[in-house]
């Protein structure tokens, strides 16, 4: 009976309803696998024409810009040819597929595949999204600019209606949000016993995790962004920023700090970043200190490229000197200039930008260590009350965001910035080679033209040898001479009021007594005197009332008070001459005193002759050359417009100007040949 009733047909109700079952069954599998193709064809299609639109946006729209300064467009489009470049390759495997059911597989493996380098890009652009269209805004105000962004919209893009440059700028915006919305739909199609059902749902939760970190770091973004502005403010809008919640906000991180010095609190250490830190700090003191050294460097090259020595008129032609004019014009107009043009352009501009590029990554530090300071507070509460307010929330999620950020950005920030400082090295000692190469080559070749060029070395410095000893000889003699007849010491020129003031000091103090300042003296503090330099005070005492000889107790005439002792040097009183010329005699001149001492015995009085303390060359025929001890006539203290710094003077027969300052007195023996006139009536005729 059991075979029998197995072996049984069903009937006729339960045969109709398993049909029917199953042509549902039919039906909603080829209802998913239709809507499933439906769904990978609509990302295909749309995908062809996302990349469509970008190319457009990107090569013919940016070209109509041109208007638009270069910068401006950089950060509009920002690297939307990265998004170009991933994409088309993206879309190139989506159309290898020859069927339906291939592409349907390769779909979900295509994502995983590009799943880094979509991230990668399109956190870029997103976030710089908000500063793009900020951008576009402002150019609305412009009614120039904005009819030529409206025009190449128009003409290029005319579905983008009144959203503009915003409709094409928010594209990789959505489509990046889409992708997982799109695999989701496939895969709700898709059964699960589908060979490709593995591969989509991870793709799915791929793309969705890229969504978040896209998310997460625009969230980064956004709080650098604000941390890491440099305002530079006044000290009234610092004041005016002070409130009770900034004064509470600064107090509880002091009093944090504090806790943590004392040892009440453990510090939160986080040895990666410290690591970071040092590394970034290194790089930025490093940066500053070159920074620093070009800039004097350049400094001092100006400097030296004002002297120029090629156009001093040395009235000597042909010869060596002509060639080192030659040399010396080259040098400044040619290699040098071009050296420090290339300096500044090729080292000391990228320094300055990298130096800048320093100011953000330090200023966001500095707000990390505030913000931890706050993220221990919080850390400290909820592990007391087990919970935390949305304010306190939110300030445990800006440090993490912050300490995320630097983490992950701070090691690629110090390899950029190493490698920039290292490229600027090797241009600084790329440029240093190329101008010792330089100078090098054109002064050989200005060598090659001198008479000694083709000497040996060794004859060469065995000429140089002797031309320096006859020299040196030379100028020994001429110091052996001085120092056998020294000078008559003369003292500094004084106005009328102050040789007044001289002749007082002289009636209540011995000569002895006279001191003359050599430098301004600024007085500070109790009896301090202010004296100017060339002024002459009497010394009443070597030494104050503490027994300190460095300060010494003067009288100026008016006032009494204390100096510094090393500012003064004993006054030399000789009584003022004025030249007399020996008419007939071209040997030199005298100089008599203007007052004779009233004595009845006859004074022989000392004779005077002017010679030439150093060698001076004629550079006009104005001027006369010299020789050092050579004699001299002093036919005129002073030139035609009465300058005392050039005297008019009579040398072996010629006549012309030299610097006074070449000349010097020396007193000398009685000539042959004349006397000195005796008596006194004779002294009163000079």
Partial sequence: MASYLENEPPSPGESSGDESQGVEATRICEKMKLNQRLAAKELVNTEAKYVHNLQLCASDIRSHLHELPQGDLDVIFSNIDDIIQVNSRFLKGLE?????????????????????????????????????????????????????????????????????????????????????????????????????????????????????????????????????????????????????????????????????????????????????????????????????????????????????????????????????????????????????????????????????????????????????????????????????????????????????????????????????????????MALQRDLAQQVLQRAERELARLPHSHVSEFDFRKLIEDTLGKTSAQLHTFCQNFEKVLPVPVRQPLQPAADRQVQALMSKYSPSKLYQVTSNISGSGNLALTLQKGQVVAVLQDRDIKGNTSRWLVDTGGNRGYVPAGKLEPYQVVPHEEPSMQSGSGDGFKFPPAETPRASAHVAMPVFQVVAAYPFEARSNYEVSLQAGQSVTVLERQDKKGNPEWSFVEVNGQRGYVPSNFLARVPSPTPWGWSLPTGDSSLSHM
Avoid at 104 to 111: I, K, P, Y
Avoid at 138 to 153: E, G, N, R, S
Avoid at 304 to 314: A, G, H, N, V, W
Wanted: hydrophobic content about 40%.
């Fill in 96 to 428: 290898k597929a020859d069927s339906e059911e291939e592409q349907l597989s390769l779909l979900g493996n295509l994502f995983l595949e590009f799943q880094e380098e979509m991230e990668n890009t399109y956190k870029v652009y997103c976030a710089s999204y908000n500063q793009a269209l900020t951008l576009v805004e402002t150019y609305k105000k412009v009614p120039k600019l904005q009819k030529v962004i409206h025009d190449a919209i128009t003409a290029l893009v005319p579905q983008a209606g009144a959203s503009g440059l915003s409709f094409l700028l928010v594209m990789p915006v959505q489509r990046v949000t889409r992708y997982p919305l799109l695999l989701q739909k496939i895969l709700e199609n898709t059964p699960p016993d589908d060979e490709a059902y593995e591969a989509l749902q991870r793709a799915t939760r791929a793309m969705q995790e890229v969504n978040s970190n896209i998310n997460e770091y625009k969230r980064r973004k956004e709080i650098a962004t604000k941390y890491n502005k440099l305002e530079h403010l006044t000290v009234r809008e610092r004041l005016a920023r002070i409130n009770t919640h900034s004064i509470s906000k600064k107090t509880l991180r002091l009093s944090q700090l504090f806790k943590q010095e004392a040892g009440i609190v453990t510090k939160t250490e986080d040895r990666e970043f410290d690591d970071l830190e040092e590394k970034f700090h290194w790089v930025a003191l490093c940066v500053n200190e070159l920074k620093s050294n070009v800039a004097a460097y350049l400094d001092h090259l100006e400097t030296f490229l004002r002297i120029k020595p090629y156009e001093c008129d040395l009235e000597m032609e042909g010869g060596a000197v002509q060639q080192y004019c030659c040399l010396t014009r080259d040098l400044h107009l040619l290699v040098f200039l071009e050296f420090k043009q290339r300096l500044e352009r090729l080292v000391y501009r990228p320094l300055h930008h990298l130096s800048k590029a320093l100011l953000g990554p330090q200023n966001l530090i500095k707000k990390r260590l505030d913000k931890l300071l706050d993220f221990e507070r919080t850390e400290e509460k909820l592990a007391e009350m087990g919970s935390m307010t949305y304010e306190e929330e939110a300030i445990r999620h800006t440090y993490q965001a912050l300490n995320s950020l630097l983490v992950s950005e701070l090691p690629q920030f110090n390899q950029v910035a190493t490698q920039w400082l290292g490229q600027i090295l090797n241009t600084l």
